[in-house]
């Protein structure tokens, strides 16, 4: 034997030897059910949608990924070469930016209408346009704020941030279906400005792309905010002031030192909002019927079933450039959080954030910026209320009546009913696995950093951050059609199993964070005294991290509950066992004469949900935060 | 009561060995202290022998039974945080009565053990007690409490001392000690000042990178250091290097390279043994000075005093001769004048050479 392969056999050994002292029965038995619950309803789908994608019964085939790259529905772009300036034309672009409209109202008014409808570059290029502009708007607007927030000093500035993050508490397709009421011809944003104020010579209406993406700049900016925020506020005031004394200042100042130290964490929010923005479906769904069915998740949600009720190949095919698309720029994302942690280097310590204060002159103009902002940022959340408690609204600004009956009517569908309940219970049943895998995924990574190939662990119970939620519905559809667990004979357990794999991190992170706050020392004190490390386990850890369990768990919960994707397939194939945000669906496109007040019934009903837990979550986390201080 | 015994171990984080090879012994009841400066695996070996740490090579025995694999909660083992590891959701009484519930005890017994050892270490009425509530020092005693109600076979701390104020270091210092002595447990103690370990250990083995220098008593080790490292660590001295020219039984003869002066010295350990031609270190410490006003044959220096500090029992009188910086203490009675020249004097068996 060579003395290499002795040296492998004698690593391995090292590494046996220390996968036995660091794991007992109940740590291997937290790493099963997580590795089982992950292979099962996480890997082996996603496996399978690269496979279908690949092989029919007839054996392995390109055709399918031929066809997605190919078809001008798909990709009709094609480049070529002139000998004019500049020297490349680009061909199959359909559409314009806008087109205007003009009609003669019965009282002989002219009104002209602006279209912004956007270009269509196919399905593909749709998909990237659409998180790309999602991501560099978020950013702008984002980090903007934050650095009005975090850099300079005037009457309400925290009151404003606060609610410059209200849109962190709904989801795009509870928003998008306000912000339409208020976006379209005859829509408030219209009323108010041309009508009324008369300050725009013509209506605007937004529609297809720009429409989505507006939806999504102004629901995800938050993130950037956050992010951005954090990263300039935990800066060393120092850093900024040494600057200052070597004669750094005003742009450059921002250019060579803010802006650079701020950027990882701004980085990380913009790719962060592009794999949120490229994976959403509720947005394209409530703009359906315009170019904004053009993007990959709405193709693959209307294509998933073929007629004789099978998986279509080609929905398959457009789900697996998802996932390789948003994969990609997941490792960009852990690539530069874990490499570019150099904006938190410091001496530690609390410092005061270098605040300034601004001239009146100076605090007018960030007030105007900020207020249009939170003016538009809340116009969503606005528009869902409205519409809610609307019983007439024409071409007013606001309802003409008001009304309970559109909750009264959602309450008196059966089928609503039954869809609320589905929802309550299946998210529930997954937050009780979420917890269980959760907290022991949390665990295994915080306590036994020695076992070797641990950090996959933390990579596998992250990544579905990164997974679009229509990619894991067809790959649990792929898996499971026909099976014991297949949605035609129940849509519990494919829901309760995607609710669980998607929406864990939000339980991780929180049970984490509690568990890094923890110094190891007071578990093994008590191992010293004598408790195994499952006793340790249930009387010492968990105790300790139990509101952050609560907060991780409620966050999970309430993210089950207005998950889009696999909630509107599964409900597609099996009414029945549809959850609310299928219903809703349901109601825009099926529904009865309610129109979108219905629909926005019961979004003002998850929204008001989701409100109440995030903002306790947050409050339980703080409580904890201050209570750990001085023990 | 146990007896504790390591063979070769050893214990790598990476390219860094934090132990490397350390055998030694603790015997039934000592209090045996583990001193060096920080990063020198002391705090890694302590927590080998309380399973904390897996070693990668050589043995942990409690008494003859090998424990190297054991896991830490079967040891039989009270150990004291540094930074107390008082548990925040628990009482004071539930944080002592943990181990007790853990061994089985029935609740009357717990109760009647716990508020012994709250009498014994001075917290009586303080069991309802959050930990919070409590002052550092009061902490230290609870984290105590907690280590020796479950009547350990060995008794581990870890550097506990070093969050409290200099005084109540004092006072605990002293009532560690007398605990200890009273319940006669075996104990491992870890710390990096020299002078707790001094005062507190029956044996002290210093460490430095992972190894250890010397094991031995306090006075021992203070005397008789047995190499460069530890004469250095422990208390403080004049240091001068030479060579040595002659040797007679134990009286040798060193010539200094920095002073044109040869010295009569005596081996500083019998391990550290100089031969002629060795190379050694003089070590003389700053007691061992007496201000001579006639001239004797050898081990005098003429020093240049630059500063003297009263230090209530004695006089500390920096001085130089040449380069090379002398620490001298003397009868605090005694007049020494600033920025003249002394005479002093070194009995050559306090003139300790050792072996480079």
Same mark, same amino acid.
């Given at each position: 034997?060579?003395?290499?392969?002795?040296?492998?056999?004698?690593?391995?050994?090292?590494?046996?030897?220390?996968?036995?002292?660091?794991?007992?029965?109940?740590?291997?038995?937290?790493?099963?059910?997580?590795?089982?619950?992950?292979?099962?309803?996480?890997?082996?789908?996603?496996?399978?949608?690269?496979?279908?994608?690949?092989?029919?019964?007839?054996?392995?085939?390109?055709?399918?990924?031929?066809?997605?790259?190919?078809?001008?529905?798909?990709?009709?772009?094609?480049?070529?070469?002139?000998?004019?300036?500049?020297?490349?034309?680009?061909?199959?672009?359909?559409?314009?930016?806008?087109?205007?409209?003009?009609?003669?109202?019965?009282?002989?008014?002219?009104?002209?209408?602006?279209?912004?409808?956007?270009?269509?570059?196919?399905?593909?290029?749709?998909?990237?346009?659409?998180?790309?502009?999602?991501?560099?708007?978020?950013?702008?607007?984002?980090?903007?704020?934050?650095?009005?927030?975090?850099?300079?000093?005037?009457?309400?500035?925290?009151?404003?941030?606060?609610?410059?993050?209200?849109?962190?508490?709904?989801?795009?397709?509870?928003?998008?279906?306000?912000?339409?009421?208020?976006?379209?011809?005859?829509?408030?944003?219209?009323?108010?400005?041309?009508?009324?104020?008369?300050?725009?010579?013509?209506?605007?209406?937004?529609?297809?792309?720009?429409?989505?993406?507006?939806?999504?700049?102004?629901?995800?900016?938050?993130?950037?905010?956050?992010?951005?925020?954090?990263?300039?506020?935990?800066?060393?005031?120092?850093?900024?002031?040494?600057?200052?004394?070597?004669?750094?200042?005003?742009?450059?100042?921002?250019?060579?030192?803010?802006?650079?130290?701020?950027?990882?964490?701004?980085?990380?929010?913009?790719?962060?909002?592009?794999?949120?923005?490229?994976?959403?479906?509720?947005?394209?769904?409530?703009?359906?019927?315009?170019?904004?069915?053009?993007?990959?998740?709405?193709?693959?949600?209307?294509?998933?079933?073929?007629?004789?009720?099978?998986?279509?190949?080609?929905?398959?095919?457009?789900?697996?450039?998802?996932?390789?698309?948003?994969?990609?720029?997941?490792?960009?994302?852990?690539?530069?959080?874990?490499?570019?942690?150099?904006?938190?280097?410091?001496?530690?310590?609390?410092?005061?954030?270098?605040?300034?204060?601004?001239?009146?002159?100076?605090?007018?103009?960030?007030?105007?910026?900020?207020?249009?902002?939170?003016?538009?940022?809340?116009?969503?959340?606005?528009?869902?209320?409205?519409?809610?408690?609307?019983?007439?609204?024409?071409?007013?600004?606001?309802?003409?009546?008001?009304?309970?009956?559109?909750?009264?009517?959602?309450?008196?569908?059966?089928?609503?009913?039954?869809?609320?309940?589905?929802?309550?219970?299946?998210?529930?049943?997954?937050?009780?696995?979420?917890?269980?895998?959760?907290?022991?995924?949390?665990?295994?990574?915080?306590?036994?950093?020695?076992?070797?190939?641990?950090?996959?662990?933390?990579?596998?119970?992250?990544?579905?951050?990164?997974?679009?939620?229509?990619?894991?519905?067809?790959?649990?559809?792929?898996?499971?059609?026909?099976?014991?667990?297949?949605?035609?004979?129940?849509?519990?357990?494919?829901?309760?199993?995607?609710?669980?794999?998607?929406?864990?991190?939000?339980?991780?992170?929180?049970?984490?964070?509690?568990?890094?706050?923890?110094?190891?020392?007071?578990?093994?004190?008590?191992?010293?005294?004598?408790?195994?490390?499952?006793?340790?386990?249930?009387?010492?850890?968990?105790?300790?991290?139990?509101?952050?369990?609560?907060?991780?768990?409620?966050?999970?919960?309430?993210?089950?509950?207005?998950?889009?994707?696999?909630?509107?397939?599964?409900?597609?194939?099996?009414?029945?066992?549809?959850?609310?945000?299928?219903?809703?669906?349901?109601?825009?496109?099926?529904?009865?004469?309610?129109?979108?007040?219905?629909?926005?019934?019961?979004?003002?009903?998850?929204?008001?949900?989701?409100?109440?837990?995030?903002?306790?979550?947050?409050?339980?986390?703080?409580?904890?935060?201050?209570?750990?201080?001085?023990? | 009561?146990?007896?504790?015994?390591?063979?070769?171990?050893?214990?790598?984080?990476?390219?860094?060995?934090?132990?490397?090879?350390?055998?030694?012994?603790?015997?039934?009841?000592?209090?045996?202290?583990?001193?060096?400066?920080?990063?020198?695996?002391?705090?890694?070996?302590?927590?080998?022998?309380?399973?904390?740490?897996?070693?990668?090579?050589?043995?942990?025995?409690?008494?003859?039974?090998?424990?190297?694999?054991?896991?830490?909660?079967?040891?039989?083992?009270?150990?004291?945080?540094?930074?107390?590891?008082?548990?925040?959701?628990?009482?004071?009484?539930?944080?002592?009565?943990?181990?007790?519930?853990?061994?089985?005890?029935?609740?009357?017994?717990?109760?009647?053990?716990?508020?012994?050892?709250?009498?014994?270490?001075?917290?009586?009425?303080?069991?309802?007690?959050?930990?919070?509530?409590?002052?550092?020092?009061?902490?230290?005693?609870?984290?105590?409490?907690?280590?020796?109600?479950?009547?350990?076979?060995?008794?581990?701390?870890?550097?506990?001392?070093?969050?409290?104020?200099?005084?109540?270091?004092?006072?605990?210092?002293?009532?560690?000690?007398?605990?200890?002595?009273?319940?006669?447990?075996?104990? &491992?103690? /870890?710390?990096?000042?020299? !002078?707790?370990?001094?005062?507190?250990? +029956? *044996?002290?083995? $210093? %460490?430095?990178?992972?190894?250890?220098?010397?094991?031995?008593?306090?006075?021992?080790?203070?005397?008789?250091?047995?190499?460069?490292?530890?004469?250095?660590?422990?208390?403080?001295?004049?240091?001068?290097?030479?060579?040595?020219?002659?040797?007679?039984?134990?009286?040798?003869?060193?010539?200094?390279?920095?002073?044109?002066?040869?010295? &009569?010295? /005596?081996?500083?350990?019998? !391990?550290?043994?100089?031969?002629?031609? +060795? *190379?050694?270190? $003089? %070590?003389?410490?700053?007691?061992?000075?007496?201000?001579?006003?006639?001239?004797?044959?050898?081990?005098?220096?003429?020093?240049?005093?630059?500063?003297?500090?009263?230090?209530?029992?004695?006089?500390?009188?920096?001085?130089?001769?040449?380069?090379?910086?002398?620490?001298?203490?003397?009868?605090?009675?005694?007049?020494?004048?600033?920025?003249?020249?002394?005479?002093?004097?070194?009995?050559?068996?306090?003139?300790?050479?050792? *072996?480079?």
């Amino acid at each position: 034997m060579s003395s290499r392969a002795e040296g492998l056999e004698e690593r391995l050994k090292r590494a046996l030897r220390r996968l036995k002292w660091e794991m007992d029965p109940f740590s291997w038995s937290q790493l099963f059910v997580v590795l089982a619950a992950f292979a099962a309803f996480m890997l082996i789908p996603l496996g399978m949608v690269i496979v279908r994608s690949f092989y029919t019964s007839g054996g392995f085939t390109l055709d399918s990924l031929k066809l997605v790259l190919t078809d001008d529905y798909y990709f009709p772009l094609r480049i070529h070469l002139t000998s004019d300036f500049p020297f490349i034309s680009l061909e199959g672009v359909r559409g314009s930016l806008y087109h205007v409209v003009e009609y003669t109202r019965p009282t002989g008014e002219v009104v002209k209408i602006l279209y912004i409808t956007g270009w269509d570059f196919g399905v593909l290029v749709n998909s990237l346009v659409v998180a790309t502009s999602t991501a560099i708007l978020s950013t702008v607007l984002g980090f903007t704020l934050a650095f009005i927030f975090a850099k300079y000093k005037f009457p309400g500035a925290e009151a404003l941030r606060i609610i410059s993050l209200i849109p962190l508490l709904s989801t795009p397709f509870v928003g998008a279906i306000g912000l339409k009421r208020m976006i379209v011809a005859d829509g408030v944003l219209n009323v108010l400005f041309h009508d009324i104020l008369r300050v725009i010579p013509f209506k605007v209406e937004i529609t297809g792309l720009p429409a989505v993406i507006m939806v999504q700049t102004l629901i995800f900016y938050p993130i950037v905010l956050l992010n951005a925020y954090t990263a300039l506020i935990s800066l060393d005031p120092s850093l900024e002031e040494q600057a200052i004394n070597m004669g750094a200042s005003g742009f450059r100042l921002f250019r060579t030192i803010t802006l650079p130290l701020a950027t990882p964490g701004v980085e990380a929010g913009a790719l962060l909002v592009f794999i949120l923005a490229l994976e959403d479906l509720g947005t394209p769904i409530v703009f359906k019927g315009t170019v904004a069915e053009k993007v990959l998740t709405f193709q693959i949600f209307n294509r998933i079933f073929t007629p004789a009720g099978l998986i279509s190949q080609e929905a398959t095919t457009l789900a697996l450039i998802l996932l390789v698309i948003s994969a990609v720029v997941f490792v960009a994302v852990r690539r530069y959080v874990s490499l570019r942690r150099y904006a938190m280097l410091g001496k530690g310590g609390i410092w005061r954030p270098r605040r300034r204060r601004l001239s009146n002159k100076t605090v007018v103009l960030v007030y105007v910026f900020v207020f249009a902002v939170l003016f538009f940022a809340t116009l969503p959340h606005i528009g869902v209320t409205l519409l809610a408690f609307s019983k007439e609204w024409g071409t007013t600004i606001l309802p003409e009546s008001y009304t309970l009956n559109n909750f009264k009517a959602v309450l008196a569908d059966e089928q609503a009913r039954r869809s609320i309940v589905n929802s309550l219970v299946y998210s529930g049943i997954a937050t009780v696995f979420m917890v269980i895998l959760g907290v022991s995924a949390a665990y295994l990574v915080s306590r036994k950093k020695g076992v070797p190939g641990i950090e996959a662990l933390d990579l596998l119970v992250t990544l579905p951050i990164a997974v679009p939620g229509i990619a894991v519905a067809t790959g649990l559809f792929l898996t499971y059609l026909g099976t014991p667990l297949s949605p035609t004979i129940s849509g519990a357990p494919l829901l309760i199993a995607s609710y669980t794999v998607r929406k864990i991190p939000f339980t991780v992170r929180s049970v984490f964070s509690g568990l890094e706050q923890t110094d190891k020392a007071l578990d093994e004190v008590a191992w010293t005294v004598g408790a195994s490390r499952t006793r340790t386990f249930f009387t010492i850890i968990l105790p300790l991290i139990a509101l952050n369990v609560l907060a991780g768990g409620m966050l999970s919960f309430i993210y089950s509950m207005s998950e889009v994707s696999t909630g509107i397939v599964v409900g597609d194939a099996n009414h029945r066992d549809a959850p609310m945000t299928w219903k809703m669906y349901d109601m825009l496109f099926h529904g009865l004469a309610g129109g979108l007040a219905q629909p926005a019934a019961m979004g003002f009903m998850l929204m008001g949900l989701q409100f109440v837990f995030i903002v306790g979550a947050n409050l339980l986390l703080r409580k904890r935060a201050t209570a750990l201080i001085g023990v | 009561m146990v007896k504790i015994r390591t063979v070769d171990l050893t214990k790598r984080f990476g390219e860094v060995v934090a132990v490397d090879h350390v055998s030694l012994e603790i015997q039934h009841g000592e209090f045996f202290t583990l001193l060096g400066p920080s990063g020198c695996g002391k705090t890694t070996f302590l927590r080998c022998i309380a399973g904390l740490e897996l070693p990668d090579e050589g043995k942990v025995y409690f008494d003859d039974q090998d424990v190297t694999e054991v896991p830490p909660h079967k040891r039989d083992t009270g150990m004291v945080f540094q930074n107390y590891a008082l548990w925040p959701h628990m009482s004071v009484f539930d944080n002592i009565a943990y181990g007790l519930k853990i061994r089985g005890y029935k609740k009357e017994e717990i109760r009647k053990r716990v508020l012994e050892v709250l009498k014994l270490v001075k917290l009586e009425g303080m069991e309802n007690r959050t930990p919070h509530q409590l002052s550092g020092g009061q902490q230290q005693r609870v984290a105590l409490a907690r280590a020796i109600v479950i009547n350990p076979k060995v008794l581990l701390f870890d550097e506990p001392l070093s969050n409290l104020d200099a005084k109540l270091r004092i006072e605990m210092r002293a009532e560690l000690k007398r605990l200890q002595r009273e319940l006669g447990i075996t104990t &491992l103690y /870890v710390t990096h000042d020299q !002078e707790e370990a001094m005062s507190i250990s +029956d *044996r002290i083995a $210093v %460490m430095n990178q992972g190894r250890v220098m010397q094991i031995g008593t306090p006075q021992e080790i203070y005397k008789h250091p047995k190499n460069e490292f530890v004469a250095r660590f422990i208390g403080q001295g004049t240091f001068l290097y030479g060579e040595v020219v002659a040797r007679d039984g134990e009286r040798l003869k060193v010539r200094l390279e920095a002073i044109e002066k040869d010295v &009569l010295a /005596v081996p500083a350990h019998p !391990e550290a043994n100089p031969d002629v031609g +060795d *190379r050694v270190l $003089v %070590m003389i410490r700053p007691e061992s000075f007496e201000l001579t006003p006639e001239t004797r044959d050898s081990n005098e220096f003429e020093v240049e005093v630059y500063h003297v500090s009263f230090l209530g029992n004695s006089l500390r009188v920096q001085a130089k001769a040449g380069d090379e910086p002398f620490v001298i203490e003397v009868d605090p009675d005694e007049e020494v004048p600033v920025g003249k020249p002394i005479k002093v004097y070194v009995p050559p068996e306090l003139t300790l050479a050792i *072996r480079l």
